[in-house]
């Protein structure tokens, strides 16, 4: 069964950096194929991918947002991590990440979400 | 890849949802669709075009033509309220692409 479990900080004030990590289980980042994601939903409203990482530490960037994030992984930990720089109000959501196995077109599971309010 | 939807559909207990989702020749991409209830991650409910996870009931089913896929659930029950999304794949830039989602209320 593969979980994901977001962790990170619940407020972070403008023109800081948020730091989050994804601790999975279930499944190896070493995979070939395997990626895990990062989406984002401000409070009521769409969902929207940030980033990607794969197996081979290959990284995807959401183009409107790629100078502000980096994504990174610990395959020793089974964790990855996403950091956005410069935070803004309009940053406040919740951040998920999500599995890719090898061939899918889709994220699954999910992890049940990280709040995050951006407010000084 | 700009992907379409309904902002809201509203159907009776027992009658059938539809949504939508608009996108410049999707049947050329492969489409997922997720549910999200109030609260909860996003879950699949159809993945390449049609198909249906494991668990997901009969009730709902896809289909993709021409510039329009579309999330069909039959028999609607109150527990299928929630917001659903589309999804492609844009293999030039490997990213997945979300349409705005369709919220669903049961009447």
């Known amino acids: 069964q593969i979980v994901l479990k977001e962790s990170g900080p619940t407020l972070v004030k403008p023109t800081q950096t948020l730091t989050l990590t994804c601790n999975f289980s279930?499944?190896?980042?070493?995979?070939?194929?395997?990626?895990v994601g990062w989406i984002r939903q401000p409070p009521g409203k769409a969902l929207e991918w940030l980033a990607l990482i794969y197996w081979d530490d290959d990284k995807r960037y959401s183009p409107s947002l790629k100078n502000r994030l980096t994504i990174s992984r610990d395959t020793s930990k089974n964790e990855v991590g996403l950091t956005m720089t410069n935070v803004d109000p309009e940053d406040t959501g919740t951040y998920y990440c999500?599995?890719?196995?090898?061939?899918?077109?889709?994220?699954?599971?999910w992890g049940q979400g990280s709040l995050v309010t951006v407010s000084s | 890849y700009v992907l379409t939807q309904p902002p809201s559909v509203s159907v009776a207990p027992g009658q059938t949802a539809t949504f939508t989702c608009g996108g410049n020749n999707i049947a050329r991409e492969t489409v997922t669709w997720y549910q999200q209830k109030p609260g909860q991650a996003p879950v699949v409910v159809v993945f390449d075009d049609s198909d249906r996870p494991s668990g997901i009931p009969e009730r709902f089913s896809g289909s993709n033509s021409e510039n329009t896929a579309t999330l069909t659930i039959s028999r609607v029950e109150a527990g299928d309220e929630a917001d659903y999304y589309c999804q492609v794949w844009d293999f030039g830039s490997d990213h997945p692409t979300f349409g705005g989602g369709t919220k669903l209320t049961v009447l």
């Open positions: 279930g499944f190896s980042l070493t995979t070939s194929g395997a990626g």
């Open positions: 999500a599995h890719r196995r090898t061939g899918d077109l889709w994220f699954d599971p």
